[in-house]
Every structure is written in C-alpha cells, then in structure tokens.
C-alpha cells in the first residue's frame, strides 16, 4: 500500500488560491487538475511556433540571396511590432509619467538601433546582381508599403508633423475631426508618384486599399495620446534630461538613420539612375528617403531651429566622412 503524499505548506496554499481563482468562474479545480495530469510538457520549438516560423521564408525566384532579403525584412517587423507594443502600452495608461515615457522610450530605441546597426546584413549581404534580378519579379511590393512603420509614426506624433513640411503650419491646434481630411497631405505619399506623369502609383494605391483607413483611425484614436502630445503636456518636473536625451534619440534612429541606411542600400544597388527607380516598385526613393528633403520630426519643441534646418545632414557628412 503506498503511503500518502504529504505536500509543503506552500504547496497547499496555492492549491487553495486556484481553488478559490477557479471557483470565481464557477470552474472546478479537479478538472483542471485532471487536464494536467493528460497534458503534455511545453518545449520551446511549440511555444514560438518556430516550424510555423520558419517556413514562412518563400522565394519567388531560384535567386539564393533572396532569402537573406526576405528574412531581414520579416525580422524588421516583427521589430516594429516590439515598438508598437510599448507605444501602446502608454497609450493605455492614463496620464503616463515621465518615468515610464522613458521606460517606453528607451525600449523602442533599443530597438531601432538594433535594426540600424543590423542593416549591413542586408546591405552586404546579397549580390548586386543578384538583387537587381529578383527585385524585379517582387513589383509592385516594395517596403514602402509596412504599414506598421506608418503606424509608429502616428503613435510617435502628432498627425500635423507627419503632413508635407509645406501643410504643418496650416495644420497646427487640427481636431480629431479633421484628421480623415489631412490623410492626402501625408509626406510620404509624394514619395510613391510616377516621375512622368505624377500619378500615385500601384505601390501607393496597393498600400492605401489596405492601410489608409486604419492609419486614419489610429490617428484619431492617438490625437490626444501620441506621444509628442503626451510630452508637451508633462509636468516640468518630470521632463527629465534623461528624458529628453531619449526623445531626441528616438527622433533621430526613426527620423534619420533608419530612413538613411535604406537610401545607403539604394544608392549601392540602385544607383542614381531614374530608370532603375521600378525596382522600389515605383517609389521616388531619391527625394523620398533623404531626411534633408522631409524633415520629418516628432518632437520639434526639443530641436533648435538651426538643428531643424540641418536635419540629417550631420548623418550624411559622417558617412562622407568613411
């Protein structure tokens, strides 16, 4: 005859926790008990879902470094989907404080940084000729078209810092009923016309049949919660240096480099002549990407006018520079 388990106080004690937990839900503890008994253990490969994972790479052509191009960009995702995790999270909390703006905000700069520093996988990582191949069979898709890029921008700032520098003035003190109306002035929509004859082109209208109405309703959901609002309205007190240092840097991996490392793989793989342009799906990549010609910046009350009217050149005479 076996003798009787005797189990630890502790033991006993969450028993009596989940009993209490279960029964709350008008659930039956031994039933879940039971369920334990027939369950097997979690292993890493099923709780990431990593065969799923991995057999999400699929070329379209025989080309081997199209899987380096593939992977990197689903990489660069699932990044984006990290920063818009933590952008979301201050989103929920009700008047956020200094503290954890920072906390957000260190987080999503580690990872843009890690995307930044990364990008040479890319870069150096595919033959020219190779990519020029390839390239040409993924028309008219084109990286243009994340949308969860878009969607960080709308968390980062106010919907008027994201219009055609020449539109901010006029945009300034919009309501949340305005916003469906700015969506055409958006900057980045010049960067996807056609250089002949000005019209929008597939890669824009692919990218907005899917994507317009949510960044639309973002938008409104955010227009008191970005995070440039949230900043100007902090206390003083709590608009620490270490914060402000953290906000300037976000707007500086987001805003300059990220954006320039891309126009750096355009320029080694594209060159500079108009008729390569296709292979970004159509994208005026040499006046779209350049942060010179945008401007584009969440927080313009931490910049001076000088560092404004100099945006991103600090980046490309370091690069002059190697």
Not at 72 to 79: K, P, R, S, V
Request: proline share 3%; with cysteine; glycine share 6%.
């Amino acid at each position: 005859m076996s003798e009787t388990r005797k189990f630890k106080s502790s033991v006993l004690e969450k028993l009596d926790l989940l009993g209490k937990k279960y029964e709350a839900m008008g659930q039956n503890l031994d039933s879940y008990l039971e369920g334990l008994l027939h369950a097997d253990y979690l292993t890493y490969w099923d709780y990431i879902n990593l065969d799923t994972l991995l057999s999400l790479q699929q070329p379209k052509t025989s080309f081997p470094d199209e899987g380096v191009f593939i992977i990197y960009h689903q990489i660069t995702e699932l990044y984006f989907k990290l920063a818009l995790h933590e952008l979301s999270q201050l989103h929920e909390i009700e008047s956020p404080s200094g503290k954890q703006m920072l906390q957000c905000v260190t987080r999503v700069n580690r990872y843009f940084k890690t995307l930044t520093d990364s990008f040479d996988v890319m870069v150096d990582g595919m033959e020219r000729d190779q990519f020029l191949k390839f390239r040409m069979s993924l028309l008219p898709s084109s990286g243009f078209q994340s949308g969860q890029y878009r969607f960080i921008e709308v968390a980062c700032t106010s919907f008027d810092r994201l219009m055609h520098a020449d539109k901010r003035e006029e945009s300034k003190g919009y309501a949340r009923s305005d916003i469906a109306g700015m969506y055409d002035e958006m900057y980045w929509r010049r960067g996807a016309v056609e250089l002949a004859s000005g019209k929008s082109t597939l890669t824009l209208l692919q990218f907005e049949d899917k994507y317009q109405e949510q960044i639309v309703e973002l938008a409104e959901e955010r227009h008191s919660t970005n995070l440039n609002t949230l900043i100007e309205g902090l206390p003083k007190g709590e608009r620490s240096p270490e914060l402000i240092a953290a906000l300037r840097m976000l707007d500086a991996q987001i805003n300059i480099n990220w954006p320039l490392s891309h126009y750096r793989s355009a320029v080694k793989y594209l060159q500079r002549n108009p008729e390569d342009i296709a292979a970004t799906g159509g994208t005026n990549w040499q006046k779209y990407l350049p942060p010179r010609f945008q401007k584009c910046i969440f927080f313009p009350s931490l910049w001076s006018k000088e560092e404004q009217d100099e945006w991103g050149k600090a980046w490309v005479n370091e690069q002059l520079a190697l």
